[in-house]
Structures are given as structure tokens and as C-alpha cells.
């Protein structure tokens, strides 16, 4: 049924090439468990003084802090779920870690949120910024992400698949057909984790001349979509596509997307032209993501077949459903980060 979807010659490098919609039953997204209820998921991670620096400061990825005394809000909870995967969340028990406020020169008065952005430690020490509010913090946090999604206005398909193809280890063209301009917070997100393994390429509105440069022939499309360019045996001249089976797979979300990344990853790695380097273990599954998603969530990693699948532990957090603002601590003000974000 998908077949009939794409079946169109494209002129790669000195072939012609054909790309061919491959069904996703085969992919081995199908085994994978169902996820879990949102509130199994770890989204806020508790911060000490002997973790912070290591958690937030060394860590590329952007976060938002939440200063809480005891109890978190549901608004903040929700907060949290909303950016599962984009951003991380980390709570700062002020009753606690009366040390730790300190070196961060918390002041109650400029509310709850302090946001680092995206980048490295000295962009996060010189660059943070208080917020009051859970709707600006996560707009603030998404924000600061860098788009490293690639436009199919401004690129040739021949250099994307080129370059691809030519990395080390060889990575998999993903194509993006959206609606929007503008590449949503998850895919920039996801692009920015899985850019050693898949390099991303967005179409807006694609014409049907755009579609048949990358191989799809197609009327009824339901943007959003998503492809994932495969190969058999190496071979450049015959190219085939996954696609995002949103009817299995549910909608476009971090997990979901990274669930099927990492099932992509898992079948097809090996056949990729080049340098693929399915034969090790670091590439086959891609290690370095499993070691940083695992956190929140649960991956499961047997053979070649890692896949995610579940849900991190219990948020352990309390949750208080009424902000009530009676334990006012003072925090002396030393100034040791610069908000300018
Ligand atoms: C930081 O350390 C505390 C105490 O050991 C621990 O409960 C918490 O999970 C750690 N946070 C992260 C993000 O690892
Ligand atoms: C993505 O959607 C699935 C359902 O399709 C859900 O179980 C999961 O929690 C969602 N993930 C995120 C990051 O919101």
C-alpha cells in the first residue's frame, strides 16, 4: 500500500536512482512496547550543589531550573511533560540546598524560572535569564536552540545525499515535508542529538517538482510527513524510504521520532553506502544518545536490535496544586552569573 506512494527515478551522482517507500512493518518500530502514561516519565530532575555543575554547566543541552520550597505546581509539571525531550528540567529544593541557591544568587522576587540556554558552560554562566512565568520560561528554553535543519530551498538534494554518504560514520538523509516555515523546537532538538547518524532536511509546502528531486511522487500527502532515505547493500543507485507511519507511530514527538530513529538506525545502518559502521557497537546503536536519553527515558539495548521503550522511574516530586508563597527565604545576592541572556 505505502509503495504506491513513492516509486520515481531521481538523478543521483551518475545514476538514476529509485526511491521506493519501504514498509514500516519490517522496520521493527511494530515491536515496540507502547508507552507508557505521561506521569511515568522523569521529566524534572532534582539538582544538589554536587551535581549541578556537572548536570547543567557541562552539559550542551539547554535547561530550565524551577526553585521550588518543597512542593512543585502541576502548571510547572505540565511545563515539564510539554518539553520532554527538547529541554531539561531541573528542580533546586530551596529548604535544602540553601548552599547551592547561594552560589546561584537565587532572588525569589525575580520568580521561580531561571532558563540556561542552549550551548556550551560559558554560554550558560554568562547568558541565563530569570523568569516568572512557566509559558515564558518554555518559550525562553525552546528559543535557544540552533536550527541545524537543513532547507531544501537553499541546498542542492545532490550535496545533501553527497554529504550524507560521505560522512563517517555514513549518516542517513531525513526529510522533513511541513507546513510551517519555521522547524519545530522537537526537530531542531532531535536534529541537534542525532546529527553524527541522520542529517536532516526540511521542505515547506513542498511543489511537486521538490518532492520528485528527493524521489516522491505523491498527491494526497498529510503534512507533516517524514522520510528516512535507506540503501541496500551499499548501492547509491537504487535509493529506498522509510517513512514515518504516523497511523503506528503516533504524531510527531520527541519519542516517537526517536523511537523510529533508533529502529531506522537498527535495520538499515549496515546496508548504508561508506563508512557506515554498522559493525560497531557505538554506531550500531547509537551509544552516545542511548547514554544521555537514558536518563529520562528507558532504552532498552540488546544486540543490534536497541530500541527504546519506556518510561524512566516516578517523578518523586510533590506536587502542589495552589502556589502559596509562605516560606520566604532570604538569599544573600552575590552576584556570580550575569543574566543577559
Ligand atoms: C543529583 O543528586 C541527587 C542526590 O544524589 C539525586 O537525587 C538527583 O537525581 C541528581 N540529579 C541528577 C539530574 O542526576
Ligand atoms: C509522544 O506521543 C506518545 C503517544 O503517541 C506518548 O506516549 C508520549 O508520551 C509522547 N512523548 C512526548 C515527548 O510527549
Request: charged letters at 25%; glycine letters at 4%; proline letters at 4%.
Amino acid at each position: 500500500m505505502l509503495s504506491s506512494v513513492i516509486m520515481m527515478l531521481i538523478y543521483f551522482l551518475l545514476w538514476g536512482s529509485v526511491i521506493a517507500t519501504h514498509n514500516t512493518e519490517n522496520s521493527g518500530s511494530s515491536q515496540t512496547p507502547a508507552l507508557p502514561p505521561d506521569e511515568m516519565y522523569q521529566d524534572m530532575f532534582p539538582l544538589t550543589k554536587t551535581n549541578f555543575t556537572d548536570c547543567v554547566l557541562r552539559n550542551m543541552d539547554p535547561w530550565i531550573l524551577i526553585f521550588h520550597a518543597g512542593a512543585v505546581e502541576r502548571a510547572w509539571k505540565t511545563m515539564a511533560t510539554r518539553l520532554r525531550g527538547v529541554c531539561w528540567v531541573g528542580t533546586v529544593d530551596v529548604t535544602k540546598e540553601t548552599e547551592l541557591v547561594t552560589i546561584l544568587a537565587y532572588d525569589e522576587s525575580k520568580g521561580p524560572f531561571r532558563v540556561f540556554p542552549y550551548g556550551d558552560r560559558n554560554r550558560k554562566e554568562n547568558h541565563w535569564r530569570n523568569i516568572e512565568d512557566e509559558n515564558t520560561a518554555r518559550a525562553v528554553c525552546v528559543r535557544t536552540i540552533p536550527d541545524e535543519v537543513l532547507n531544501m530551498e537553499e541546498e542542492e538534494v545532490k550535496d545533501i545525499f553527497m554529504d550524507s554518504f560521505m560522512a563517517k560514520p555514513t549518516r542517513f538523509p531525513v526529510f522533513l515535508l511541513q507546513v510551517e516555515e519555521e522547524t519545530s523546537s522537537t526537530f531542531k532538538a532531535l536534529a541537534k542529538r542525532f546529527a553524527k547518524y541522520f542529517t536532516f532536511t526540511k521542505l515547506v509546502r513542498p511543489s511537486s517538482k521538490q518532492l520528485k528531486s528527493i524521489g516522491i511522487e505523491q498527491d494526497n500527502l498529510d503534512l507533516p510527513d517524514m522520510f528516512v532515505v535507506i540503501t541496500k547493500e551499499g548501492q547509491t543507485n537504487e535509493l529506498n524510504a522509510v517513512r514515518f507511519d504516523k497511523q503506528k507511530l503516533g504524531y510527531f514527538n520527541y519519542t516517537n521520532v526517536m523511537e523510529f530513529l533508533f529502529s531506522v538506525n537498527n535495520n538499515y545502518r549496515h546496508e548504508l553506502p561508506g563508512d557506515n559502521l554498522a559493525h560497531v557497537r557505538k554506531h550500531a546503536e547509537m551509544i552516545e544518545i542511548v547514554n544521555i536519553e537514558k536518563k529520562r527515558f528507558d532504552i532498552v539495548s540488546a544486540g543490534s536490535s536497541a530500541r527504546l521503550t519506556r518510561s524512566k522511574s516516578k517523578d518523586t516530586h510533590t506536587v502542589r496544586n495552589n502556589g502559596d508563597n509562605e516560606n520566604k527565604v532570604n538569599y544573600p545576592e552575590i552576584p556570580g552569573l550575569r543574566d543577559e541572556l
